[in-house]
């Protein structure tokens, strides 16, 4: 299971920082990535991690967000700086089905069940 928190609300510019521990799954050995959902739009990749290699991050976040593993707290984390309004979404961390696939296209076996990340302008 995955149990995400750290949304909340925030004014423009400002940062959060989403987690998401896991249990009965090792972060530290699979591919883990955070999606989010804006009202009316269908999810879309944030950030994906493979257990070993490149990170991959969606367009508009680069540079701003970072994702990050705690191997000892089994926890992913996603670090969101410079916010903007249209940040707006419900986050989502996932676990990947295959570990050295973490971004578009690659399938994926756990979700968390999301967290409410509101940025007011």
């Known amino acids: 299971q995955l149990q995400a928190s750290g949304g909340g609300m925030v004014q423009a510019g400002g940062s959060l920082k989403l987690s998401c521990t896991a249990s009965g799954i090792l972060v530290r050995i699979n591919a883990i990535g955070w999606y989010r959902q804006a009202p009316g739009k269908q999810r879309d990749l944030v950030a994906g991690?493979?257990?070993?290699?490149?990170?991959n991050y969606a367009e508009s976040v680069k540079g701003r967000f970072t994702i990050s593993r705690d191997n000892a707290k089994n926890t992913v984390y996603l670090q969101m700086n410079s916010l903007k309004p249209e940040d707006t979404a419900v986050y989502y961390c996932?676990?990947?089905?295959?570990?050295?696939?973490?971004?578009?296209?690659?399938?994926?076996?756990?979700w968390g069940q999301g967290t409410q990340v509101t940025v007011s302008s």
């Open positions: 991690a493979p257990s070993v290699g490149n990170t």
């Open positions: 996932a676990i990947y089905s295959k570990p050295l696939c973490a971004g578009y296209g690659c399938p994926v076996s756990y």
